[in-house]
């Protein structure tokens, strides 16, 4: 597939007690995601092993949490939260119109300030996608999902972007879950 992220959108599904990830493509096709609350901090924890592990390249005189934090100031304020998310605009649903239950979560570093992430549900017919994310984007998705988070009232999921524990990787530019 090679559409691009156009706009994001994630709420909380009280009845599945799960977070839908919707992502508006550029050729309008619409990707579905179920995130559980196990997955939700899994995506959040790999992020913030990204995002200090860039912002630790960055560092080379600063400290490591001030530069991350001036990042993701950069980056949220780049990043438009406004605009209502344009479902009207959906064409098709590559994946299918019911949400991928996400089982699985890799990131790859995909270049200097890029990854990308592969969710999927490999034990479910194998379906998988792969999306590449710079890291304004990861820094707005990670806002979203602790915004929806918060929604869900899942206590430690919903914590901030500067609460959320770092654990440093083992495999530098392979992070596995």
Known sequence: MSSTVQQFNIQYNREEDRLILKMLLSDNGEIRLWLTRRYTQMMLAAFGQVTEGVAEEAATQHHTQEVKAFQQEV??????????YRAEQVASTPLGATPLLVSRL??????????TVSMGEPQQGGKQININFDMEMIHALMKLIIDASRSADWGGAGRSVEEVEVIPSQYPDKVLH
């Open 75 to 84: 980056a949220l304020s780049n990043s438009n939260f406004k605009d209502e």
């Open 106 to 115: 890799q990131l790859e570093k995909a270049g200097e300030r890029n990854f």
